[in-house]
């Protein structure tokens, strides 16, 4: 069956510009997480969605945001970006149990200049 | 603070010996551990898991020990394959209310070489 698929792949955007990452999950998967990877940090959570809710939030600003639709696919947004929202933003899918057993995609590859 | 700390950066073995890949954590609420493995332009893909209610679990060559006492865990792949070259990430959630909010170490390079 197709996997998560993130769009766009790779993208470049300047300062104080905002940009908007989609993922289409794994059809029957109700769970969406987005985690953002840089060589500093490393995997970091983001947020989850279940069924068009937010079930949780990591230590971002505001102005990293999110949303689910009825179809479970998912969009997030980041808003006057900063040189250090540069990372690879993935997406991953899941059931919602067992808790933690995620299929990430590819991610999309954010530079921001 | 790093509550999920991979302490060796990477490792390299010789195919068909064992690998150990270690991992602590500092919260004691975590209950929940698991392992992924991530290529080169790829997302990471999950590999094993294991609940704090249990001190081993085994899938195939991988087998996660857990160590609550110490708050350590470890990854062993016996036989070790060059397929099995990646970086491998140990991961931890904190009860069902954490839901997907998973912690993720640093993660270590494996290399293993034919």
């Known amino acids: 069956k197709a996997g998560v698929t993130q769009t766009p792949r790779y993208l470049i955007k300047t300062r104080g510009q905002q940009v908007t990452l989609s993922c289409s999950p794994i059809s029957g998967h109700r769970s969406v997480s987005w985690y953002q990877q840089t060589p500093g940090q490393g995997l970091q959570f983001l947020f989850e969605y279940f069924s068009e809710t937010q079930r949780n939030k990591g230590n971002f600003p505001g102005r990293f945001s999110g949303r689910q639709f009825s179809n479970s696919r998912s969009e997030m947004n980041v808003s006057t970006l900063e040189l250090g929202d540069s990372a690879l933003y993935l997406c991953?899918?899941?059931?919602?149990?067992?808790?933690?057993?995620?299929?990430f995609g590819e991610g999309s590859r954010l530079t921001v200049l | 603070d790093q509550q999920v700390k991979q302490n060796s950066p990477s490792l390299s073995v010789q195919e068909g010996r064992i690998s150990i890949l270690n991992c602590d954590y500092t919260n004691s609420m975590f209950d929940y551990f698991l392992w992924y493995k991530k290529y080169p332009a790829e997302g990471p893909t999950f590999l094993i898991s294991?609940?704090?209610?249990?001190d081993k679990n085994e899938d195939g060559r991988f087998t996660v020990f857990l160590n609550k006492s110490a708050k350590h865990l470890s990854l062993h792949i016996v036989p070790s394959q060059p397929g099995d070259s990646a970086v491998y990430f140990c991961?931890?959630?904190?009860?069902?209310?954490?839901?997907?909010?998973?912690?993720f170490g640093g993660g270590t390079r494996l290399m293993v070489k034919p």
């Open positions: 991961a931890a959630s904190s009860g069902d209310n954490a839901g997907n909010m998973l912690t």
């Open positions: 991953a899918s899941s059931k919602g149990v067992p808790v933690g057993e995620l299929f």
């Open positions: 294991i609940s704090s209610i249990k």
